[in-house]
């Protein structure tokens, strides 16, 4: 059991949409990501998802809506509701999902990442 230093840790890669793992917490992993541009539509069927901002800002559009989440804020996405990131600059996350979410949700893409690396 170790303090964890995030900037230290987001120091550690500059790659986008490529989510690391820091931690877990019972069967969720604690992921640290940078945003930058659109990521794609995709929604979760059985897992929520947790995104904390730890620097910067981003939006996550829904079908019906749009919301920004500034550096400070969280949003829980729930379960089955399709949802779409998209930072104008590079954003820091935190991130808190399922260890077997599959972060497309399943979708095959060129920003999938099977294997997640931990840092």
Known sequence: MEAINLKEKLDLFSDTWTPKIVGN????????AKLEGDFIWHAHDDQDEMFLVVDG???????????????????VVPKGVEHKPYAPEICSVLIIEKADTDHTGGIDDPLRKENHERI
């Not at 800002?57 to 949003?75: K, T």
Request: proline share 0%.
């Open 57 to 75: 800002r981003f939006r996550l559009d829904f079908r019906d809506r749009e919301v920004w989440v500034e550096q400070g804020e969280m949003i």
């Open 25 to 32: 917490v019972d069967d969720n992993h604690v992921y640290l």
